[in-house]
């Protein structure tokens, strides 16, 4: 059971548009936290996406954007494209006893129709 | 440029304690925090703690308190993993990434397979 719910998967045609949520608490998101993004293909680690929200590293596509409002996050990608095909993470932090901790989605599967 | 190397893959027995190494290179080490991310077989990414490479303070997630130990060499500029009382469901690719709001970098990843 992960902190932050991510659907498991959604699914576009090429040139489409998709979204993917990431929906959180008072004590993660909507703390205040930071919401990042990370997209993973098969076998390789994961390549962080989106930092701070709604930042993109250089060398990412502006066809991916993100978002975050109260408690929730999203992730959009536009002009769907083959190579889009992966795992995709929102990861954020929570604040518990023991101090901050990173916390991650349960993952969406994207799949390219 | 940055990059974490880690060390390769390990199989182990049951009750068996692993330690897996991360090397950065390409900027300063005890700048930034390290955090362990491990993976399991088809499953989502879960975090497992952080170090602070100039002071050597740690953060584990409660889930591994007592049998996770992070520490740091900062003379090679490497980061240590060690999980202790292995089990079969900790069978998983673990991973160290360097935290700078978000995690932009990432070694390739230790698989370490726990089985009789």
């Known amino acids: 059971q992960s902190v932050l719910t991510q659907p498991p998967s959604v699914s576009g045609a090429p040139g489409q548009r998709v979204t993917i949520s990431c929906t959180g608490s008072?004590?993660?998101?909507?703390?205040?936290?930071?919401v990042h993004w990370y997209q993973q293909l098969p076998g390789t680690a994961p390549k962080l996406l989106i930092y701070?929200?709604?930042n993109r590293p250089s060398g990412v596509p502006d066809r991916f954007s993100g978002s975050k409002s109260g408690t929730s996050a999203s992730l959009a990608i536009t002009g769907l494209q083959a190579e889009d095909e992966a795992d995709y993470y929102c990861?954020?932090?929570?604040?518990?006893?023991?101090?901050?901790?990173?916390?991650f989605g349960g993952g969406t599967k994207l799949t390219v129709l | 440029q940055v990059q974490l190397v880690q060390s390769g893959a390990e199989v182990k027995k049951p009750g068996a304690s692993v330690k897996v190494s991360c090397k950065a290179s390409?900027?300063?080490?005890?700048?930034?925090?390290m955090h362990w991310v491990r993976q399991a077989p088809g499953q989502g990414l879960e975090w497992m703690g952080r170090?602070?490479?100039?002071?050597?303070?740690?953060n584990y997630a409660q889930k591994f308190q007592g049998r996770v130990t992070m520490t740091r060499d900062t003379s090679i500029s490497t980061a240590y993993m060690e999980l202790s009382r292995l089990r079969s469901d900790d069978t998983a690719v673990y991973y160290c990434?360097?935290?700078?709001?978000?995690?932009?970098?990432w070694g390739q990843g230790t698989l370490v397979t726990v089985s009789s």
């Open positions: 990434a360097r935290d700078s709001s978000g995690y932009g970098y």
């Open positions: 170090i602070n490479p100039n002071s050597g303070g740690t």
């Open positions: 008072s004590s993660n998101i909507g703390a205040g936290y930071d």
């Open positions: 390409g900027y300063t080490f005890t700048g930034y925090y």
């Open positions: 990861q954020s932090y929570d604040s518990s006893l023991s101090g901050r901790r990173a916390v």
């Open positions: 701070g929200n709604s």
